[in-house]
């Protein structure tokens, strides 16, 4: 008898245990940034056989997490969803619980998630081949501007560029095209994007330029699922506090001169 019962108490501290590393790796804050692929861009880079993306948004978000007290993981398992966004659907099908990849905050998207206060302002603008000498959006008129469909800048060109014929990836043999090298092998005018984006883009390609003047000004969080709605004060209160400290600037010094 007093062995079965030690017993009892044996598998009872294991079982108790168990349940509370499952609820403490539950609790990870589950993050979506991009697949493994390896972008290249300074907001995140991801190669493929890395642990975890690098890039300022990464470290940035990490940091956050930290202040806040959470622990987070990155999710790599994600379906490649043609076609539609991979940052919404990632937190609308409960995947992930934030994403933190240049989301613009717009009333389309918060019918669907929540988000932080912004961490950096941003806006679209165009890169174009410096020897069309393109320099504003009436340049454009009559010419073939490139913008990825799941992003602001395809409906804000839709709407705003009628006399403009608006390209998406699905036009093109791959869904991965690099609108830079449809640039400069002529098949479009202009490529359409945050002009963070593309600032990045220009430095490594000397014949094109960004248009100076954005189209629009965005301001860009972090999204949150609304099953986490908690996680919107948190991560609030950990930004305010690492602006106090001057960390914020620091973290997002690779973005915010745009």
């Not at 806040?68 to 990632?90: C, F, H, N, V, W």
């Not at 994403?99 to 009333?107: D, H, K, V």
């Not at 009628?162 to 690099?178: H, I, L, Q, R």
């Amino acid at each position: 008898m007093t062995m079965f019962i030690q017993h009892s108490k044996a598998m009872m501290i294991i079982l108790i245990i168990s349940l509370l590393f499952s609820c403490n790796n539950n609790s990870k804050v589950k993050i979506f940034v991009s697949w493994p692929v390896g972008e290249g861009l300074p907001h995140y880079q991801w190669e493929k056989g890395d642990l975890k993306p690098t890039g300022i948004e990464p470290a940035f978000i990490e940091r956050v997490l930290e202040e806040a007290g959470l622990e987070y993981e990155y999710i790599t398992d994600l379906a490649l969803q043609k076609g539609g966004d991979p940052r919404m659907y990632s937190i609308t099908t409960g995947r992930a619980d934030i994403c933190i990849r240049g989301m613009t905050i717009n009333e389309n998207r918060k019918r669907f998630v929540l988000f932080t206060n912004p961490y950096y302002v941003d806006g679209l603008s165009a890169l174009v081949r410096k020897s069309d000498s393109l320099k504003t959006q009436e340049d454009l008129v009559g010419k073939n501007v490139y913008a990825l469909e799941f992003t602001t800048a395809y409906p804000w060109a839709i709407s705003n560029m009628p006399n403009s014929t608006v390209m998406t990836y699905s036009e093109f043999d791959t869904a991965f095209v690099k609108p830079e090298s449809l640039l400069l092998k002529n098949e479009i005018d202009a490529y359409i994007m945050d002009k963070s984006f593309l600032n990045y883009i220009e430095q490594f390609n000397p014949s094109l330029e960004v248009m100076e003047r954005k189209f629009t000004v965005e301001s860009i969080g972090i999204a949150v699922s609304k099953n986490r709605p908690e996680l919107v004060e948190k991560l609030n209160t950990a930004m305010e506090k690492l602006k106090e400290s001057g960390e914020f600037n620091k973290l997002l010094k690779g973005l915010l001169w745009f």
